[in-house]
């Protein structure tokens, strides 16, 4: 008598080629063991052919959408167990389009512009629901932006390195305890929320003063050092 021991799956590094616009379709992807990427496995967007579209729930280790990509998020629940990152080459745009939910359960959501000429875009773009862990934007000459009339909820820092925050009318809502707007630039929202048990601070070091163009409603905590300012621009 023989017992053979299963074997957990290993992790995919998942490439998508679009065939189609499904993501859950196997033939969109390559290097990922003849499925759609699953719970361990990373899953890399490149720009040209058809781009994927999520229309259920996914989970997936973690999220990587090249210069010039689009992800969208029809509806369902994307959820990423790790990092993000959004990159966008000088003159390229890079979107995430999210009209489902979007949440990240550890590690950073990063923004970048990784080499090229002239400005990039990068676009959080829908009115779904957003929940980032840590946000980072990290790189000059590059526009974030943000979509008008949606919530982004960050459980963790916020850490504005390079670039342009483009707010529009959107809400951030700081949801952690013990977190801080961190980096060398500036943080511009439209609406900034601190939420009920969240405490944030603008600490010393942290270059970055905070311009809020409508609300800032703190039910939580929120401390900043005496060298910082906070600016309303109505």
């Not at 909820?153 to 504005?160: E, H, K, L, M, V």
Request: with cysteine.
């Amino acid at each position: 008598l023989f017992l053979v021991t299963p074997q957990p799956a290993l992790a995919g590094s998942c490439v998508w080629t679009g065939a189609s616009t499904a993501w859950t379709d196997a033939g969109n992807w390559t290097a990922c063991a003849g499925l759609s990427p699953q719970s361990a496995d990373t899953a890399t967007i490149n720009s040209g052919g058809n781009q994927p579209t999520i229309g259920s729930d996914i989970t997936i280790s973690e999220l990587t959408i090249n210069s010039g990509a689009t992800l969208t998020i029809s509806s369902g629940t994307l959820t990423v167990s790790g990092n993000i990152d959004l990159k966008a080459d000088g003159g390229a745009t890079t979107t995430l389009n999210n009209s489902g939910t979007l949440t990240q359960t550890s590690g950073t959501m990063t923004l970048s512009r990784p080499g090229g000429t002239g400005a990039a875009n990068i676009n959080l773009s829908g009115a779904g629901t957003w929940n980032i862990n840590n946000l980072t934007t990290g790189s000059t000459n590059t526009n974030y932006n943000l979509a008008d009339g949606a919530t982004y909820n960050i459980a963790g820092d916020i850490t504005r390195d390079g670039g342009t925050l483009v707010s529009g009318t959107s809400t951030v809502v700081m949801t952690g305890s013990g977190k801080q707007l961190k980096g060398g630039n500036a943080h511009t929202y439209y609406n900034l929320t601190i939420s009920v048990g969240a405490s944030v601070t603008n600490p010393a070091g942290a270059i970055g003063n905070v311009t809020i163009g409508k609300d800032l409603t703190v039910a939580g905590t929120f401390t900043q050092d005496a060298a910082r300012t906070t600016t309303f621009s109505f």
